[in-house]
């Protein structure tokens, strides 16, 4: 097996996604054959990975996964990611192990469930190492979680089986990051306490010396080594978003030529789809929480995916965000749906079989001419397509349960493998697909948005993407002691 080392952190979001892919990148650069882990991952935002041996498609992962393996400079594979977790309702979520469906299962069951999903994560820990130096594994939530840890399998119960190394990060900006390490290390049981080798301390704003008391009083509390102060990483908000808790920190930057509104659905699902279109400096992207009206100067309303369209598409009803779209229209404005928010776009979205819940049948949006019947089988691969209004190749994934037909698939958005998908309105100004990833070619996107009388657009949005990590494993060579960190690996 390769080397490895595990952060975990003492609450959710306190940036271990970004860390660790700015530590594989450093590793990466030092010549290591590095790779990502994550034993349980929660999260609508999913990219589609390899499944070695598997020729028929591809598999899901978290798209954090999917960065992680672009900063190691290898391909993604669903056992960096064997557990993902897809919230549908504020109490379920579906589950899918090693890539694939698994089942659906509420929290309370979930957790009966964990014993036989710690078999698939150690088969994937014993895989992803195979011809590699060292893995990086990223914890979730807080091994601090005590009322939880005798099934877990994402932070301390995989450590522990693993025999994995862990630093803990703590996040200062949200405040109390004394009481969350020196807390952490008083509440763990010993067998997981042993198990931490350090703490880093994550999103400092200013003068990194002036923490200098609060590591002695860490270390007074924990005996626990400080391996660095991290300061705030602008680099990071260049990188794609996993956690749809970050859209509730987005506000609108300076006014730019294009507004882009994009309706923050309950299930929001791969709203990474506009970070090419944020990174673009023409364009200006706004998130629009439930409670507020899409902005009347939006040259663009983009409807992102879901993982739940019937229950996100009568909460776009209850928010009034349909009138506000139909009013968008008849001032001229652009709309793009991608995956369900394509599904919405349409007349009727049929549920026969009750897949998403009980309500089996709901009026769409109608502002294209096709209707969506939901079925079992769920479609998950990588796709090369052709752009039909621009004739521009496209590479992005579809993640979709359901298939769409209707009037306006005579006009399809794209073709993918010699097969006709989504549609376009007869003015062109309505345009729907199942693939995500759409906004990612860039001379594609160049030409949508000129015409939408943006030109100069289209920039090298991967190679933006790859300057960011290099940005991030730079400042964390900086701050950290990135060589004791790695040597700790075991």
């Not at 030529?257 to 506009?274: E, H, T």
């Not at 769920?378 to 496209?394: E, G, Q």
Request: aromatic fraction near 6%; glycine fraction near 12%.
């Amino acid at each position: 097996m390769a080397k490895a080392i595990m952060l975990q952190g003492t609450g959710s979001d306190v940036g271990k996604t970004v860390l660790v892919a700015g530590l594989c990148r450093a590793a990466r650069k030092r010549g290591l054959k590095v790779r990502p882990f994550k034993p349980q991952n929660m999260s609508n935002n999913a990219a589609v990975a390899n499944i070695p041996g598997d020729n028929a498609g591809g598999g899901e992962i978290g798209r954090a996964q999917w960065l992680q393996a672009i900063a190691c400079g290898v391909a993604p594979s669903v056992h960096m990611n064997p557990v993902l977790l897809k919230p549908q309702t504020d109490v379920g979520a579906q589950v899918i192990v090693q890539g694939k469906v698994f089942g659906e299962a509420r929290a309370r069951d979930y957790q009966a469930m964990k014993g036989r999903l710690m078999d698939a994560v150690l088969d994937s820990w014993g895989k992803v190492g195979e011809g590699a130096d060292l893995v990086i594994v990223e914890g979730a939530g807080s091994p601090a979680e005590i009322n939880l840890r005798s099934r877990d399998i994402a932070n301390m119960g995989f450590a522990t089986r693993a025999d994995v190394p862990v630093v803990l990060v703590g996040d200062i900006d949200r405040g109390g990051v004394i009481a969350s390490v020196a807390g952490t290390h008083l509440i763990l049981p010993e067998e997981d306490r042993r198990m931490i080798v350090g703490y880093l301390i994550n999103k400092f704003r200013g003068d990194v010396s002036l923490f200098d008391d609060g590591i002695r009083s860490i270390e007074k509390f924990t005996g626990w080594r400080c391996f660095g102060v991290v300061p705030w990483l602008k680099a990071a908000a260049r990188l794609p978003s996993e956690d749809s808790v970050v859209l509730e920190r987005l506000a609108s930057g300076e006014a730019r030529a294009l507004k882009v509104a994009v309706p923050v659905l309950g299930r929001i699902a791969n709203f990474d789809d506009l970070d090419p279109l944020k990174a673009e400096p023409q364009v200006e992207v706004v998130f629009v929480p439930p409670g507020k009206s899409l902005p009347a100067d939006a040259g663009l309303v983009v409807i992102p995916g879901s993982k739940s369209t019937i229950g996100d598409l009568l909460k776009f009803r209850e928010n009034g965000w349909d009138r506000d779209l139909l009013a968008h229209r008849k001032r001229g404005g652009h709309v793009v749906g991608i995956c369900g928010g394509f599904q919405m776009l349409g007349r009727i979205v049929r549920d026969p079989d009750g897949i998403e819940g009980s309500v089996t049948e709901v009026e769409g949006l109608g502002l294209l001419d096709v209707e969506t019947v939901m079925e079992p089988e769920k479609t998950v691969r990588n796709v090369s397509a052709r752009s039909v209004p621009f004739d521009l190749p496209l590479e992005g994934y579809e993640i979709h349960l359901g298939r769409t037909t209707g009037p306006d698939t005579l006009r399809p958005s794209a073709v993918i493998n010699g097969i006709d998908d989504g549609a376009v309105s007869a003015d062109g100004k309505v345009i729907g697909t199942y693939m995500h990833g759409l906004f990612g070619a860039d001379r594609f996107r160049g030409r949508f948005l000129e015409s939408l009388g943006i030109k100069g657009g289209g920039i090298d949005y991967r190679a933006e993407v790859e300057r960011a990590l290099d940005e991030v494993a730079a400042e964390l060579e900086t701050h950290l002691d990135c060589d004791a960190i790695f040597a700790l690996a075991r």
